[in-house]
């Protein structure tokens, strides 16, 4: 199992340039999440799937979107990538049965806006 | 609003020594808490839960202890080793709706 993998690693983005981020996970997990970090600051959860066919927004939603394309993937969308938006972003997937909720991550992938 | 907080920042030990992490909530209807260890440049990895029924849960090397009177989550290390340098976060869960609520974390350095 490969787990949660995301794609790309690294990008560099000029402002109003626009680009999805990837994310699979092959533990048949019905939740998927995206997450922002920002340097020497916790995960602040931007959109969420808690099944295929549904989203919601987050704490920091605004300039993102998402697609719950299925049940193994979920893709985030930067529209016109702003600097504010330059970040390490985490994809993390569950299952949320009743014994756990753990979040499995995936690697990241390191943004940059000029 | 409800959130999840660290009492400390940065936590510096001896190799050896026995490290405590401490974490605050503040929504008392949270019925589940996660600790995750952060290596640089990597995701998050799950440490050790704990469910709101419990008050201490243990596993390899680490101690989880849940304080619900006082709100208060704590993440104990034995014999500390260098490999445990990381960030630490907690997490809960309770009715946020599906959600995770993360901390901001605190860095653990360990000496040699």
């Known amino acids: 199992n490969a787990g949660v993998t995301q794609t790309p690693k690294f990008q560099v983005l000029k402002t109003g340039q626009s680009m999805t981020l990837q994310c699979a996970q092959d533990?048949?997990?019905?939740?998927m999440y995206w997450y922002r970090q920002d340097p020497g600051m916790g995960l602040r959860l931007i959109y969420y799937s808690a099944s295929e066919g549904t989203t919601d927004k987050g704490e920091v939603p605004n300039g993102y979107n998402v697609s719950r394309l299925n049940k193994r993937e979920f893709s985030l969308r930067l529209e016109s990538a702003a600097p504010s938006q330059t970040s390490v972003y985490f994809c993390a997937s569950s299952d949320n049965y009743a014994l756990s909720y753990e979040q499995y991550f995936g690697p990241g992938t390191r943004l940059t806006v000029t | 609003g409800e959130n999840v907080g660290l009492h400390l920042p940065t936590l510096s030990v001896q190799e050896g020594d026995n490290s405590i992490i401490n974490c605050a909530y503040s929504n008392s209807a949270s019925d589940y808490f996660i600790w995750y260890k952060q290596e640089s440049g990597k995701g998050p990895q799950f440490i050790i839960d704990?469910?709101?029924?419990?008050d201490k849960r243990q596993g390899q090397r680490v101690t989880v202890l849940l304080n619900k009177t006082v709100k208060h989550l704590s993440l104990q290390i034995a014999a500390t080793q260098p490999g445990d340098s990381a960030v630490y976060f907690c997490?809960?869960?309770?009715?946020?709706?599906?959600?995770?609520?993360f901390g901001q974390g605190t860095e653990l350095s360990v000496k040699p």
């Open positions: 533990m048949n997990h019905n939740s």
């Open positions: 997490a809960e869960w309770g009715n946020q709706g599906g959600k995770l609520i």
């Open positions: 704990i469910r709101s029924n419990m």
